[in-house]
């Protein structure tokens, strides 16, 4: 594993690491999956975490066997659909809905001069972060509508890190999600888990959640690893 010596920035995901909008995206997705007559369960819910709009549509499809029954313009709709009910519950969110321990260590990464930037699978990221009175830390972001492949594929935790102008070696990327984890290892990247280790097993760091998140803590599991 990478030395602590040789870090230079941080590629974070969205949901679940610096907030948590997953209960606003799951009540968005569980009105579309009722009207698309399919039955809505935690299992179904867990299962779009971390995965791109269109790719979630297709799974709730899937799982109701519905997949081949609507044009791509009727899907384009559901999507659009599904992101008016999302952004309805975005617009009310505050600096209270950022997780605990995030301020402090975004400000102690710009106070050592660490890198930062965003990588997440929401075209939302930009309104999520203004509500929370962060986007100062995030002048750079992946634009996921630049983006072939949705995680788990490494395409945008590698894009995250040459947007920085670093290599991948030289970045840690944060998740809470297991396709996303697998997207960091694959970029090449130490990888930091967020959430039930057993879960996130893959991860290079576990940490159960974000009030972990410093550099001390970071530091002494990478000596450790």
Known sequence: MVEFAAIKGFVFDLDGVITDTSVFHSQA?????????????????????GIS????LNLILARGHRENDFTPDQKAALA??????????????????????ITDFLA????????????????NAPLV???????????????????????PDPEIFRRGAEILNLSPAECIGVEDAAAGVQSINGAGETSIGIGDPTVLAAADINFTD????????????????
């Open 29 to 49: 997705w569980h009105q579309i999956a009722d009207k698309v007559g399919v039955s809505w369960d935690d299992q179904l819910a867990d299962a779009l975490k």
């Open 53 to 56: 709009r269109m790719d979630s």
């Open 80 to 101: 659009a659909e599904k992101n008016n009910n999302y952004l309805a519950l975005v617009n009310q969110m505050t600096p209270a809905n950022i997780l605990p321990g």
């Open 108 to 123: 102690e990464l710009q106070a050592h001069g660490y890198a930062m930037s965003l990588a997440s699978a929401s075209k």
């Open 129 to 151: 972060l203004s509500k929370l009175g962060l986007g100062h830390y995030f002048t750079k972001a992946v634009d996921p509508a630049t983006l072939t492949h949705g995680k």
């Open 210 to 225: 974000t009030t972990q998140l410093t550099l001390a803590n970071i530091q002494s599991q990478l000596v450790t690893a």
